[in-house]
C-alpha cells in the first residue's frame, strides 16, 4: 500500500482518488440498460447466460411513454444476455 493519488484506468474512465483514501472504498463495473416504453404496458427485465432460459431481474413494471435506464451490477457475474419482455 502506497501513499498518495493513486490513478487507473476503467474502460476509458479515469479514476483518480485524492491521498489517504478510506481502505474500504471499492469501485465495481457495472452496465446501464436503456429502453424505451409504451404507456400503460407490463414490461419485465430479462437475463441469460446461454440464451435458452430467462430469469427475472427485478420486479416487473408499467411503462410510461419514456426512456428508463437500469444500472445493473456485474461484479461476479457470468456473460449475460439482456431483454425487455412485453408481458
Known amino acids: 500500500q502506497q501513499d498518495g493519488p493513486a490513478e487507473g484506468s476503467l474502460d ?4 483518480t482518488m485524492p491521498p489517504y483514501v478510506a481502505d474500504s472504498l471499492r469501485v465495481f463495473a457495472a452496465v446501464e440498460l436503456q429502453f424505451t ?3 400503460g ?13 430467462w430469469s427475472p431481474h427485478g420486479p416487473s413494471f408499467t411503462g410510461t411513454g ?4 437500469s444500472l445493473v451490477s456485474i461484479q461476479g457475474t457470468e456473460a449475460r444476455y439482456w431483454k425487455l419482455q412485453r408481458l
Open 37 to 39: 416504453t409504451q404507456v
Open 12 to 15: 476509458g474512465w479515469l479514476v
Open 66 to 69: 419514456t426512456t428508463s435506464t
Open 41 to 53: 404496458r407490463r414490461y419485465q427485465l430479462v437475463y441469460s447466460s446461454d440464451l435458452k432460459s
